[in-house]
């Protein structure tokens, strides 16, 4: 059987991004180690311009902390893109970056999901950085990196390298030993496609980062509220805490509950889980 190609639509995106993001290009890679290790390679290098780099195969797909994400080996050799696997990269000076990971999150979840007033979203977002699908399933997650590479590019909204890095499941996830059970976009509209969800959520996604680097997190907050996935639940920290979790602040910040008070929780190094049968 012949492997299928998919069609990406580098043209379209470009022509919807370039207005607004000068010198804005779009590259899909068969295979890389990551995206957003690529990305960071080319700026050390000096090539900072925008770009929104497409794999449709990862080989050492990196998450928080550390963690791994890589596309499901049971679908290598079949020509099929199982997930959208893509990093985009920019020059950007907010004057805080609280709360960009969130930004993003709402960014991908309402193109994906565009969930009418009173109805119940399907796609979730979990602090600080998963997407889930109907419930507690992972659709998928971000990744947000930043790098500077001159002097005095620390101070208070001076411009900063982002590599925005975002992985989601296509396809059902063809792998054991998942700590969250899986979910994809297949799911959520039979006719998604890695190409086609990419059309859907590129340009959305540029233009809020474009509204994050102005306005913060702050405009975001009632909409990420709206697709919280941890509001009122039973949560516990890595470090042995628990408490309840109470939405998040207009600084991201998730506002959890605990015998010691109210605590807002920034660190990234810090994971939160829902404690089992809570909702």
């Known amino acids: 059987m012949k492997a ?14 370039e207005p607004v993001l000068p010198g804005f290009s779009v590259e899909v890679l068969a295979s890389v180690d990551s995206t957003s290790s690529e990305l960071m390679r080319r700026a050390r290098d000096g090539r900072l311009d925008p770009t929104l780099l497409v794999a449709e195969t990862q080989t050492a797909g990196r998450g928080r902390l550390g963690r791994q994400w890589k596309s499901s080996a049971a679908y290598e050799g079949t020509g099929v893109v199982p ?16 709360g960009l990971s969130l930004a993003v999150g709402v960014a991908v979840a309402e193109s994906l999901d565009p969930t009418p007033a ?5 796609i979730r977002l979990k602090w600080p950085n998963d997407l889930w699908l109907d419930g507690d399933r992972k659709l998928g997650g971000i990744l947000v990196e930043t790098a500077t590479f001159t002097a005095g590019a620390q101070a208070p909204g001076a411009a900063r390298y982002v590599v925005v890095g975002v992985g989601l499941n296509v396809l059902p996830v063809l792998a054991e030993g998942l700590t969250t059970p899986p979910g994809c976009l297949r799911e959520l509209d039979t006719r998604l496609t890695a190409p086609r969800a990419l059309q859907q959520l590129a340009a959305p996604l540029v233009h ?28 516990t920290l890595s470090n042995g805490q628990a408490g309840s979790a109470h939405g998040v602040g207009d600084d991201g910040a998730l506002l959890v509950h605990t015998p010691g008070g109210m605590q807002a929780i920034t660190s990234a190094d810090l994971s939160v889980r829902p404690r089992a049968g809570t909702s």
Do not use: C, K, N, Y
């Open 4 to 17: 299928l190609i998919p069609t990406w639509p580098a043209e379209d995106i470009w022509q919807q991004v």
């Open 83 to 98: 997930a959208l696997t893509f990093s985009l990269g920019l020059m950007l000076a907010p004057q805080d970056w609280s």
């Open 118 to 122: 009173g109805a119940a979203p399907r």
């Open 208 to 235: 809020t980062l474009l509204g994050f680097a102005t306005h913060g997190f702050a405009p975001f907050q009632p909409r990420f509220a709206r697709r919280d996935a941890l509001a009122g639940r039973e949560v």
